[in-house]
């Protein structure tokens, strides 16, 4: 069995026909798996998701948390530092020992009450599994592969390396290979006045050194590709001579057909800013976005003259059916009248469904405004929206 630290080695290895490589993490949710169909008694594993609506629960019950904003992002670093504590071994009242601080014993608490919650419900997350599966190991209840390679690994934690340790005693061989160089680099810094003049520096390079040594793989590492992504393709699609990939695929939140979308579902939201409905007033993917563009503009134009920078709900509906009485534009336009009708359903928010429920209640509301618009989707358009409904 051939492990790797990431998904990307492990794909690049498939890719030059090792079929027996897996990245660590796959290969020991699969253990577990087999572990927990064999021993039902032991705990369920938690997925990602699940775990982070765990931590975010508590996040937002304790009494800290009823202060916060935003607790999402709060909880997931909160379920990042314990994984890097289960992983390095560090006991969670160490910080009575060291001296604490006023977060890190805001943390502490919410340590506690996670692995509480735990234990209650019979659950372990995806950092414990290691510690299961090094108990089954002891039990012989798991047969572990009697050769492990470990590939590119830089650093191993002291997690990982007791399973191996532990697993080397029961029989198996443990190897690991590196993908280093067998010889050094050569490294050269370059000074640039900014981000976009780098870039097209790296292109420019990329393409001499494309031309001394055909069919080589060049890797450009760009910092926080995600947002930089549109920067990073307008210059390589206009300076690279070669076809280029770029491992940070667009979120989908920022196609503008799921972008639309999202906009729509935002109007129901109790105030309404005016930059928001002027987006939507704009947006060619809703009913008569394109062939209705005139009166459109025209009923964007007179909702500013209300100067008003936010609207609640009811009252923008008032104007609306005021607009409809007074301003011939609007009289007969269908797609404001399905505008005062989606605004009118913001009463459905406040119920409970569930999950397949609410996907039916967002394509019903979508379709009043007309969403996707009147215009045949292209194909890349298309695949957009079978992602959108999958997910």
Known sequence: MKLTPNRRMAA??????HTDVLPLNI??????LQLFQKMPDYPYCLSLREEEITWERIVTQSIVGQSLLKTTGIARLARDAWVISKQ????????DEIGATEDSLVYQDWA????SECRRRHWIDSASTL???LDAVHKSYLQLPQEIILIGFEE???QLKTFLNSAQRIGSTIQFLSLGLEQDGQVNRLAAKDSEEELRLAARMANQWAKKTPNCFIGIVVPQLEQQRSLVVRVFEEICLMPFNISAPLSLEHYPLIEAALLALSLLLDEISLEKLSRWLRSPFFEQGISQMVSKAIVDILIRE???REFYSEELIKRIKHMMS???????ALWLKNLQKFLEMRAILQEKRSATQWKKTIVNLLSILGWPGERPLNSEEIQIKQQWEKL
């Open 12 to 17: 690049f290895l498939q890719s030059k026909g």
């Open 27 to 32: 290969w020991l949710e699969q253990l577990y």
């Open 88 to 95: 390095w071994q560090i006991p969670h009242n160490i910080m």
């Open 112 to 115: 506690r009450e996670y692995q």
């Open 131 to 133: 510690d299961y599966l």
């Open 156 to 158: 191993l934690t002291p």
């Open 306 to 308: 209300f100067k008003a």
């Open 326 to 332: 007074h301003h011939a534009i609007a009289k007969d």
